[in-house]
C-alpha cells in the first residue's frame, strides 16, 4: 500500500528565511509519481511540481527547489526567501500509475513578517 | 477557459439526509476524481469516474455513490449522512494522464 509521511505538521518562519518541507514516501511499485500542492486559506489545491519516479533530478523554479532522492524515499520541498504569500498548508502526495493519489496530512507553512 | 467548477460552494444537512455535490471538469478533460477531506487532514481519495464508469475506488463506504455524464460532468451522492462525513469535498479532473489534476475549489458540507 501506498504512503506518504508529512512529519512537520505546522512551521513558523520569519520572511526571508529558506524553510524546508520534508517528505517520505512508501510504495511497491518502480513506477510512480511524487507531487506538491499549495492550498491557501481558501481551499483551493494548486497544484506545484510532479516528478515520476525515473526522474531523480532536483528541480529548481524561482524560489521553489525540490530534492527527490529514492534511496531514502523522500521529494523534500525548498522555499528560499520565504515571503508572507507562501503562508498555507502544504500537501505531498504519491500516484502509482493510473491510480489514486494518496496524500500527506499536510504541513502548514506560517511566513511571519 | 473555465477551470474546474464545483456547486454549490457550502451546504448544510442534518443527520440522515441526503446530498449531491456536482463537478465541472476542466474544458475537454474526461476523467474525474473525488476526494474528501477532513478538518486538518489530507485529502482522501472517493472514487474515480471515467468513460461515465467508475474505475478507481478508495476505503469509503457504498453510502457514497456517484455518476459521470455524457459531458463528463460528475455527480457524487452521500447517503444517509453522518456526522462524520462533515468535510470539503474536492473535484479534481484531468484528461488521458490521470496523474496531471487540476483541482476545484470544493464544497464544504457540514452535517448537523
Known amino acids: 500500500a501506498q504512503k506518504v509521511t508529512q512529519a512537520q505538521t505546522e512551521i513558523s518562519v520569519v520572511e526571508k528565511e529558506d524553510v524546508t518541507l520534508d517528505c517520505v514516501y512508501e510504495?511497491?511499485?518502480?513506477?510512480?509519481?511524487l507531487f506538491w500542492y499549495k492550498q491557501p486559506p481558501s481551499g483551493e489545491l494548486v497544484f506545484l511540481i510532479r516528478r515520476n519516479s525515473f526522474d531523480e533530478q532536483n528541480e529548481i523554479s524561482g524560489r521553489y527547489s525540490w530534492n527527490f532522492q529514492k534511496s531514502t524515499s523522500s521529494f523534500n520541498f525548498t522555499i528560499t526567501a520565504s515571503q508572507v504569500v507562501d503562508s498555507a498548508v502544504y500537501f505531498c502526495a504519491l500516484s502509482e500509475g493510473y491510480q489514486k493519489v494518496t496524500f500527506g496530512i499536510g504541513t502548514k507553512l506560517q511566513v511571519i513578517p | 477557459d473555465a477551470g474546474v467548477t464545483q456547486s454549490p460552494t457550502h451546504l448544510i444537512k442534518t443527520r440522515g439526509q441526503q446530498v449531491t455535490l456536482r463537478c465541472s471538469p476542466k474544458?475537454?478533460?474526461?476523467?474525474v476524481s473525488w476526494y474528501q477531506q477532513a478538518l486538518g487532514q489530507g485529502p482522501q481519495f472517493i472514487f474515480q469516474y471515467y468513460e461515465e464508469e467508475e474505475r478507481q475506488r478508495g476505503n469509503f463506504p457504498d453510502r457514497f455513490s456517484g455518476h459521470q455524464f455524457p459531458n463528463y460532468s460528475s455527480e457524487l451522492n452521500v447517503n444517509a449522512l453522518l456526522l462524520g462525513d462533515s468535510a470539503l469535498y474536492l473535484c479534481a479532473s484531468s484528461l488521458d494522464d490521470p496523474n496531471e489534476q487540476f483541482f476545484g475549489p470544493g464544497t464544504r458540507l457540514t452535517v448537523l
Open positions: 474544458s475537454g478533460h474526461d476523467t
Open positions: 510504495t511497491r511499485d518502480t513506477t510512480y509519481y
